[in-house]
C-alpha cells in the first residue's frame, strides 16, 4: 500500500508557474512508475506526464515544452514544474503510482497506475 500527498496547488494568472509535489508513504516510489494526472470540471482525467523508475519521462502533447516532471526517489517525493500555464490548465491535478513494474508506453494510461492521491486544484486566470 502507498499513501500518496500531493501540495502546491493554487490560484496563478496566465503565464505564471507552479510548482507541484506529491510525497509516497514508506513503501516509497522507487520501483514503480509515476504520473501527474488532471480533471477538469465534466472532462475524463487525463495524464499529464509520468515517469519511469529509469527516468524515463512521458508528457502529454498539451504539456510539452511547458512542463517537467522529475523524481527523487531518496525523498519519495514526485515533482511537476509547470510553466507558461494558460486558463486550459485549470483543473485538479493528482499523483499516482504504479503497483510495481510498468513500461513508458504506458506513463499517460490511468490504468496503468494503482494508488492515487486526493488531488490539489490549479486554477489559471487570464
Known amino acids: 500500500q502507498v499513501q500518496l500527498v500531493e501540495s502546491g496547488g493554487g490560484s496563478v494568472q496566465a503565464g505564471g508557474s507552479l510548482r507541484l509535489s506529491c510525497v509516497g508513504s514508506?513503501?516509497?516510489?522507487?520501483?514503480?512508475?509515476m504520473g501527474w494526472f488532471r480533471q477538469a470540471p465534466g472532462k475524463e482525467r487525463e495524464g499529464v506526464a509520468g515517469?519511469?523508475?529509469?527516468?524515463?519521462?512521458k508528457y502529454a502533447d498539451s504539456v510539452k515544452g511547458r512542463f517537467t516532471i522529475s523524481r527523487d526517489n531518496v525523498k519519495r517525493t514526485l515533482y511537476l514544474q509547470m510553466d507558461s500555464l494558460s486558463p486550459h490548465d485549470t483543473a485538479m491535478y493528482y499523483c499516482?503510482?504504479?503497483?510495481?513494474?510498468?513500461?513508458?508506453?504506458?506513463?499517460?494510461?490511468?490504468?496503468?497506475?494503482?494508488?492515487w492521491g486526493q488531488g490539489t486544484q490549479i486554477t489559471v486566470s487570464s
Open positions: 515517469v519511469d523508475m529509469h527516468g524515463e519521462t
Open positions: 499516482a503510482a504504479s503497483l510495481g513494474y510498468c513500461t513508458s508506453g504506458i506513463l499517460l494510461a490511468t490504468n496503468a497506475y494503482t494508488y
Open positions: 514508506e513503501n516509497g516510489i522507487r520501483n514503480r512508475c
